[in-house]
């Protein structure tokens, strides 16, 4: 994907930076809001196990008292099983990630839809037990004040995590729904090569459904288990500056993620990385 010169954005500021809280799995919760208070980053996502093995009470009081906005929580779904009982238990632990969106102060709950079930070839029928459990959820996070945004994965994902693998995909679950109840996020390593996403992104735009905005670097070759396979900005293939054009064009000027589940980069410190991807985000989007 490349964007014209005549529509290239500006550097982006560094306000604009969210660090999810996978891009430096290695830190623990207070480690991580120290962090970014250090380099003067003002915004974080989360994930549920973390939070929740620290307390999401207490994770909103050290995160509030750090300064730091929760820009998003990951993840909900997981919506395609065929049997009533783990459908009714997926449904359970989706309302409860609502609740602990919005205990975290946070209006976005990022969800992967699941893959096929066992034994199954049925794309289409999994894509429907989606769009079920959003017709139940949706309500019940709007209450809440929180949005759910439902995230297309890359299509090697489909089989086993994520039946939803394109934007327009996406967008055509959620649009059965009112905006404020369910959008999209739009990540730059499942999407990068979809010659379909800056159509796709206008559209969500032009719905008020564009959600999230995530960047991670597609690297060539891919590391052995791809799900840990993402690059640190620069290091791979996608045009950050392109994607950001086309969100912002459709409306997009809010936080954006820098989510990337990398195992080297776990294995290096903390600080280290979060002062790179700083760098990086600077420099690439």
């Known amino acids: 994907m490349t964007t014209p010169p005549s529509v290239t954005p500006d550097p982006v ?4 930076l969210s660090i999810n809280q996978e891009t430096v799995k290695q830190w623990s919760l207070p480690e991580l809001a120290e962090g970014c208070r250090k380099e003067g980053i003002g915004a974080v996502g989360l994930w549920r196990a973390p ?12 995160l509030r ?4 906005a929760v820009t998003s929580l990951c993840r909900g779904g997981f919506f395609t099983d065929t049997d009533p009982a783990p459908r009714a238990r997926a449904l359970d632990d989706n309302r409860a990630a609502v609740d602990e969106a919005a205990a975290l102060g946070t209006d976005t709950l990022v969800l992967v839809s699941g893959g096929l079930p066992p034994g ?5 029928g999994a894509r429907e037990r ?4 959003l017709a139940v959820l949706g309500p019940y996070a709007e209450e809440r004040g929180v949005r759910l945004a439902v995230e297309p994965l890359h299509p090697m994902f489909a089989a086993d995590r994520c039946v939803v693998s394109t934007l327009g995909q996406a967008l055509d679950l959620a649009e059965r729904f009112p905006a404020r109840q369910v959008g999209v996020v739009v990540d730059t390593y499942h999407l990068w090569w979809d010659d379909q996403a800056p159509a796709q992104i206008a559209r969500a735009g032009a719905g008020g459904r ?15 288990g791809v799900l840990l396979g993402r690059g640190q900005l620069g290091d791979g293939s996608v045009d950050f500056r392109a994607f950001r054009a086309l969100v912002e064009a459709a409306g997009h000027h809010g936080p954006i993620e820098v989510e990337i589940f990398n195992e080297a980069l776990w294995a290096r410190d903390g600080g280290e990385v979060l002062r790179e991807t700083a760098e990086r985000f600077r420099t690439y989007a």
Do not use: C, M, N
């Open 130 to 133: 989606v769009a079920d459990a």
């Open 65 to 68: 008292d750090a300064g730091l």
């Open 51 to 62: 939070v929740r093995e620290y307390g999401v009470e207490r994770t909103a009081r050290l």
């Open 210 to 224: 564009l959600h999230a905005f995530q960047l991670a670097d597609w690297i060539t070759p891919l590391p052995a």
């Open 120 to 124: 199954s070839k049925d794309l289409s």
């Open 13 to 16: 500021p560094l306000s604009r």
